[in-house]
């Protein structure tokens, strides 16, 4: 076998592979040896059919799969020899492919880039520190309060906290527009789900069988181009105004959580733990996110063109799983690899800068942090310790967990050489930056 390396451009590299004739046709024989004595052919008893007989049916049959294997196994051969590390599957070319000839084939391919991990000492982290206070235990409390409230007709003048039921019909230069029409419709005051403007309308006024107008503009950046800045005219008529009750705190509402025993302060104990196992995570994300963010911009890494591919379908297909049960997959055409470009590029690099740090720093899972990992997650569920057994008694989820430990492991290393500052942040600020 002989070998011919070149780089083509980037991390591209072709190799060129001469295989001598003769040990093709030494395989292609053996392999035809192998076909007669199990071929039946009218006329000769099994086992029994000529060589010129064998070789004349499956001569070029034969001699095609050997030279494909023959591609395929000098391949690895060369790729060993010339100790290069293809990022992905090599496209095969024949250049001479014949009976009695010498076989030419390149195989195009890339390789993983050198990978250095520099400048760690030059990474910026804003590290957010926050904790669950008693008023922001309180605030969730109000808030589970709610999602368990009924609604109560009164005979009073709507405002903000209300729910409306209303009928309205919006018309624009005097015509109806498309989805300015309704029966029925529920709507929270003071929930924003309107135009500006259109709540606000409906503030002190009644249940009544008369209409009232109001008039509105549509915002300049709203969604439907048809009524972006349009005025329009609403005849609005309120059916009923609904105001809510909230349940009171007592063993009652308790129960509708799953708590038998320990009454409101067995709720508080588990809602305030569930929120800070929440923040926790939270708290461990912005910092990692960061960390990662960093070391993207102190290290530029070409990354292979098959392993970005292979990244845009895993995105791809993860976002055809957020659609879940919303659209027909079948049916859906499927979406451009542009969408994730990107993102493919950027876990790439990540996964290769990584674990090259990982490499050179030699880290290995703490079995005290796959512990901590496996804790943490399994206080979620009803019944800790099966969830804990079950995770110790599957090799794949704990090498799984494992990995993960890995990679948190190298995110603190990199975290104790990096510039790091603290920032205080409340609950609220970092569970709902948008809210707050």
Same mark, same amino acid.
Request: aromatic share 6%; proline share 3%; net charge negative.
């Given at each position: 076998?002989?070998?011919?390396?070149?780089?083509?451009?980037?991390?591209?590299?072709?190799?060129?592979? !001469?295989?001598?004739?003769?040990?093709?046709?030494?395989?292609? %024989?053996?392999?035809?040896?192998?076909?007669?004595?199990? !071929?039946?052919?009218?006329?000769?008893?099994?086992?029994?059919?000529?060589? #010129?007989?064998?070789?004349?049916?499956?001569? =070029?049959?034969?001699?095609?799969?050997?030279? @494909?294997?023959?591609?395929? =196994?000098?391949?690895?051969?060369?790729?060993?020899?010339? %100790?290069?590390?293809?990022?992905?599957?090599?496209?095969?070319?024949?250049?001479?492919?014949?009976?009695?000839?010498?076989?030419?084939?390149?195989?195009?391919?890339?390789?993983?880039?050198?990978? #250095?991990?520099?400048?760690?000492? $030059?990474?910026?982290?804003?590290?957010?520190?926050?904790?669950?206070?008693?008023?922001?235990?309180?605030?969730?409390?109000?808030?589970?309060?709610? @999602? =368990?409230?009924?609604?109560? *007709?009164?005979?009073?003048?709507?405002?903000?906290?209300?729910?409306?039921?209303?009928?309205?019909?919006?018309?624009? +230069?005097?015509?109806?527009?498309?989805?300015?029409?309704?029966?029925?419709?529920?709507?929270?005051?003071?929930?924003?789900?309107?135009?500006?403007?259109?709540? $606000?309308?409906?503030?002190?006024?009644?249940?009544?069988?008369?209409?009232?107008?109001?008039?509105?503009?549509?915002?300049? +950046?709203?969604?439907?181009?048809?009524?972006?800045?349009? /005025?329009?005219?609403?005849?609005?008529?309120?059916?009923?105004?609904?105001?809510?009750?909230?349940?009171?705190?007592?063993?009652?509402?308790?129960?509708?959580?799953?708590?038998? *025993?320990?009454?409101?302060?067995?709720?508080?104990?588990?809602?305030?733990?569930?929120?800070?196992?929440?923040?926790?995570?939270?708290?461990?994300?912005?910092?990692?996110?960061?960390?990662?963010?960093?070391?993207?911009?102190?290290?530029?890494?070409?990354?292979?063109?098959?392993?970005?591919?292979?990244?845009?379908?895993?995105?791809? @297909?993860?976002?055809?799983?957020?659609?879940?049960?919303?659209?027909?997959?079948?049916?859906?055409?499927?979406?451009?690899?542009?969408?994730? /470009?990107?993102?493919?590029? $950027?876990?790439?690099?990540?996964?290769?800068?990584?674990? *090259?740090?990982?490499?050179?720093?030699?880290?290995?899972?703490?079995?005290?942090?796959? %512990?901590?990992?496996?804790?943490?997650?399994?206080?979620?569920? /009803?019944?800790?310790?099966?969830?804990?057994?079950?995770?110790?008694?599957?090799?794949?989820?704990?090498?799984?967990?494992?990995?993960?430990?890995?990679? $948190?492991?190298?995110?603190?290393?990199?975290? /104790?050489?990096?510039?790091?500052?603290?920032?205080?942040?409340?609950?609220?600020?970092?569970?709902?930056?948008?809210?707050?």
């Amino acid at each position: 076998m002989q070998v011919s390396l070149e780089t083509t451009q980037g991390l591209e590299r072709r190799i060129t592979i !001469t295989v001598p004739s003769d040990k093709i046709e030494e395989s292609v %024989k053996k392999r035809l040896r192998e076909v007669s004595k199990t !071929t039946r052919i009218d006329g000769f008893r099994k086992g029994k059919v000529p060589a #010129s007989v064998i070789e004349k049916r499956f001569g =070029q049959s034969v001699f095609s799969e050997v030279a @494909q294997e023959e591609m395929q =196994q000098n391949y690895i051969q060369a790729i060993i020899q010339e %100790k290069v590390n293809p990022a992905g599957a090599p496209f095969f070319e024949p250049k001479t492919i014949a009976r009695g000839q010498d076989l030419v084939f390149t195989a195009t391919f890339e390789t993983f880039p050198e990978v #250095s991990v520099n400048n760690i000492e $030059d990474i910026k982290v804003e590290r957010p520190v926050a904790e669950v206070t008693d008023k922001d235990l309180e605030n969730m409390m109000e808030t589970l309060r709610k @999602q =368990q409230a009924t609604w109560t *007709e009164k005979k009073v003048q709507a405002k903000e906290g209300h729910r409306v039921n209303i009928d309205f019909v919006g018309k624009i +230069d005097g015509e109806l527009f498309e989805g300015g029409k309704a029966e029925g419709f529920d709507l929270e005051l003071g929930a924003g789900r309107m135009i500006p403007g259109f709540e $606000d309308g409906l503030i002190g006024k009644k249940a009544a069988k008369k209409s009232f107008t109001i008039n509105v503009s549509f915002p300049a +950046d709203y969604h439907s181009e048809a009524l972006k800045g349009k /005025e329009a005219e609403f005849e609005i008529t309120i059916n009923k105004v609904e105001v809510q009750e909230l349940p009171e705190l007592n063993d009652e509402f308790v129960v509708k959580f799953g708590i038998s *025993e320990g009454g409101v302060d067995a709720l508080k104990t588990e809602v305030k733990n569930n929120m800070t196992r929440e923040l926790g995570q939270q708290l461990k994300a912005k910092v990692k996110e960061q960390v990662i963010k960093g070391l993207l911009e102190a290290n530029e890494l070409e990354v292979p063109k098959a392993l970005v591919d292979q990244e845009v379908t895993n995105l791809r @297909q993860q976002a055809m799983q957020r659609f879940g049960g919303q659209v027909d997959a079948a049916n859906m055409p499927e979406l451009p690899a542009e969408l994730f /470009e990107q993102q493919a590029k $950027d876990r790439v690099r990540t996964g290769l800068l990584l674990g *090259e740090f990982i490499r050179t720093n030699e880290i290995k899972a703490d079995d005290a942090k796959v %512990k901590e990992i496996i804790e943490t997650q399994a206080s979620a569920y /009803e019944d800790p310790a099966e969830v804990i057994e079950h995770y110790y008694n599957n090799e794949q989820l704990l090498e799984n967990i494992r990995n993960l430990a890995t990679e $948190d492991q190298a995110i603190e290393l990199i975290l /104790e050489k990096a510039k790091v500052t603290d920032k205080t942040l409340s609950f609220d600020e970092l569970m709902n930056p948008q809210a707050a």
